[in-house]
């Protein structure tokens, strides 16, 4: 039975929490009253933006509106539903119906698609009727559509944070009719837009090259964006996109909308131009081999498609997806986040209990949080030695590791760190003994030669069986070890041979059903270990979503850890995620760039490290320390402040980012010098968000040891007005350079 996921389970929030949930139950109560006196009108309030629906005479639902929160309540009244979708007069009227369906007037990409029991494809969906609750941070609205020739329901779902000024929709779709219906489309919302020009920029990727913004025109005709991958299903075209109407999306001016949807697997973005110039853009599940069966009674849920909007450009938007992912979608996403060390640059799979040990000291000595066991630790028959054997056989290697997971965890506690570990229970190689005991646990074709991505293949999780087993990976280590402090979830690998065993002659479910398996996984460990910190790992950055962010703290943004792509990377994916889920480690990547440099750009999102300490000299060793320290200090404000980027790495040749508290009390300013040009002029940058009328004492902090700061701001007063319309002068023309700045 395909049901929706569970969302997990928040911690108790403070008391100002449920006051501000009292108010806004009221306010949704209130809005609820607005519905069922005027009937004909729904709308969604999200703070500074309206979605707006009416129904028609006829009993079907249009949009009507999509914007900026109108100031007059009486102008809602002059909003109709026939907008003159059409430029043929032979053509009946209508206007931009909500949930567009296969086989009726509407002659563009439909949301909804259905080839009913008895063959018939086409849908007329009539409005039965709204209801409307108070969720945590804002209120959900439910309209429900029905198909009057057939039994065929389909509830939209609108919740709107007005704080923040974010939605996010889904449907579901049931029927009562005597056989499996097919649905061949399913859309998580669709929404339309007028403007004069559109300009969308979306994020493609390969590994280690994530987060490359590509910007379009879009004209007359469709541009779909989509994946096939089936896992590490980002890691050619990223699941999220900017909108720039009338000109491409700014930072700081214009309308724009920021767009993500919720989906670990394939996806497929839709942005068609229709005939009279009007924007659809439709988000959904990719239905490339995915026509699926759905029983009566059944539920079908489509992945959540999460937006917000702004008048001011891109800058005010993330801000406000920062702040509302922190709050209600991000696990544990209002606590701490932890500092590491990481073994897997440093050692590879050649370590053993005693060498563990001694870089679990070494984390101490560093300052960080946690030591992270990495790849290799793993499997007895078939040793993990390289990426040829083990996985799916998560034994610790008895000769590697005398006294399993228990000791390591010993040694950690020991040395006075937590203990963190990686798995990638998703994946089995050939050689292993999982593979051996159950070859129709893989997917796998028959009858055809297997092809092998990095040497291993994905276990069916559609399959319940194999839900359990990955299950228990987690559950039997958690178990017998419950000091255990974090997981390293990867999946290095996409579908291929794509069969699946378990579904035999239902083929169009097995890829919704195999990622709906992975969530079914995630919330059972979630329901036992509710406060259990995993960060999501994908070859890098191929899995990066809302949804599967509801059960880890943070995700790896990419294997590629040199300092300058990482700037550009950060700056692409920080636009959609708050800092604190975006995993960043200071490593040996381009060694030619100093370990500061290499520090700082770390620092301006999760830190950690993933290097041998004793390969630095003793100047580089305490400034790590210190640098730590620092971190540690400015994490409230870095991880849970407001960021503003200043300068982009893909505009100039440097790259400044600044975090403000929320009282506005602190700052932290960061600066990088990339590849500037010879005698460049030199510019202030000038910051953001600061209390116009506060004096804030300028420091740079993170120097080397006995260094001290060239700055001119360095020590001096100035006001949040001046910094703010003047700025300072931290740019320079030195190549890899960098600067951090403490404003309080």
Partial sequence: MVKRELNCKKPIKPIYYKMRKTIVTIAALCLFAMVTLAQKTIRVAAGKTDLVMQVSPKGRLYQVYLGEKLQNATDYDQLKWDVYAASDGAVCQRGHEVCTTSGAEDFFEPALAITHADGNMSTYLYFQGVEQKPVEGGAETIITLADKEYPVTVKLHYVAYPKQSVIKAWSEVTHKEKAPIILWRYASTMLCFKSAKYFVTTYHSDWAKEGQPETTQLISGKKIVDTKLGTRAAMQEEPFFELGFDAPARENEGRVMLGTIGWTGNFRFTFEVDNVGALRVIPAINPYASDYKLKA???????????????????????????????????????????????????????????????????????????????????????????????GDWEATKDKLPDGIPGLVRDAKKAGVKFGIWIEPEMVNPKSELFEKHPDWVIMQPNRETYYYRNQLVLDISNPKVQDYVYGIVDRIMTENPEVAYFKWDCNSVITNIYSPYHKKEQGNFYIDHVRGIYNVLTRIHEKYPTLPMMLCSGGGARMDYEVLKYFTEFWCSDDTDPYERLYIQWSLSKFFPTKTMGSHVTNWNRRTSVKFRTDVCSSCKLGFDIDLKSLSENDYKFVQQAVKNYNDLKPVILEGDQYRLVSPYETDHCAINYVSKDKQRAVLFAYDLHPRYKEPPMNVRLQGLDPMKVYTVRETNLMPGAKSHLECNGKQYSGDYLMKIGLNVLTANEGSSRVLVLE
């Fill in 297 to 391: 009674g059944e539920v079908f849920t489509t992945p959540e498609f999460i937006f917000a909007m702004s008048e001011n450009g891109m800058g005010e938007a993330s801000r406000n997806l920062h702040d509302w992912a922190r709050l209600y979608q991000v696990n544990m996403g209002t606590g701490d986040r932890m500092t590491l060390l990481n073994n897997w640059e440093n050692t590879g799979f050649n370590f053993n209990q005693q060498s563990l040990a001694e870089l679990m000291k070494d984390a101490k000595d560093l300052g960080v949080d946690m030591f992270l066991l990495d790849d290799g630790w793993f499997a007895n028959k078939y040793p993990r030695k390289n990426d040829h054997a083990g996985l």
